[in-house]
């Protein structure tokens, strides 16, 4: 089973300023075929479902603002928020959707400072 | 627009079966090339995925909870439902269903999520 491990756990940044979340995965998810990473981050807020914003590692869902960006490749992706809104503020997950089971990363919680 | 609703008893018995019926609407589930899946989340805790289903009838369970888990789905109804039997108290959590793109087999990013449903197993 591929195991998802993400930091920090939760980090603290100030309104307009970047934040980044890292999410490793324990096998490549790189399906060297096609040149597609399996991975997916999805934002919750309390007491609502996830949301997804990126697929294919890279590419934004539909009407996810574009401060929203996923980069990486293989086993090290990363979710950047190039300038935090208060909107921001949630948990954020990694998934990967390379096989079975599918699996997420813990969550890292992002608040402002 | 796709919409998921869950529906289901909200509390449980150990031991007892939990049985959960999740709605589409606003398109069929029987076109596309879909999966229809459930995850779950203890409170407090993160996301764990339970099964996934393709309207074809291929289903794909978590190794962890393969021996109780059970989905199915009913076309004629536009309804996916889950069974989890021989529940426990760490069974306890929000029931989500979700809509998945296929991927590889069984295999998908969720892209239109349930509200989710609390369901409590306590005698």
């Known amino acids: 089973d591929i195991v998802m491990t993400q930091s920090p756990d939760s980090l603290a940044v100030s309104l307009g300023e970047r934040a980044t979340i890292n999410c490793n995965s324990s096998q490549s998810v790189l399906y060297t075929s096609n040149n597609k990473n399996y991975l997916a981050w999805y934002q919750q807020k309390p007491g609502q479902p996830p949301r997804l914003l990126i697929y294919w590692a890279s590419t934004r869902e539909s009407g996810v603002p574009d401060r929203f960006s996923g980069s990486g490749s293989g086993t090290d992706f990363t979710l950047t928020i190039s300038s935090l809104q208060a909107a921001d503020v949630a948990v954020y997950y990694c998934q990967q959707y390379y096989s079975t089971p599918l699996a997420f990363g813990q969550g890292t919680k992002v608040e402002i400072k | ?123």
Request: with cysteine; net charge neutral.
């Open chain 2, 1 to 123: 627009q796709l919409q998921l609703q869950e529906s289901g008893p909200g509390l449980v018995k150990p031991s007892e079966t939990l049985s959960l019926t999740c709605s589409v609407s606003g398109d069929s589930i029987s076109t596309g090339s879909y999966y229809w899946g459930w995850i779950r989340q203890p409170p407090g805790k993160g996301l764990e995925w339970i099964a996934n289903i393709h309207y074809g009838g291929s289903t794909y369970y978590n190794p962890s909870l393969k021996s109780r888990v059970t989905i199915s789905l009913d076309t004629s109804r536009d309804q996916f439902s889950l069974k989890l039997s021989s529940v426990t108290a760490a069974d306890t959590a929000v029931y989500y269903c979700a809509k998945a793109e296929v991927a590889f087999g069984g295999t998908g990013y969720l892209d239109h999520w349930g509200q989710g449903t609390l369901v409590t197993v306590s005698s």
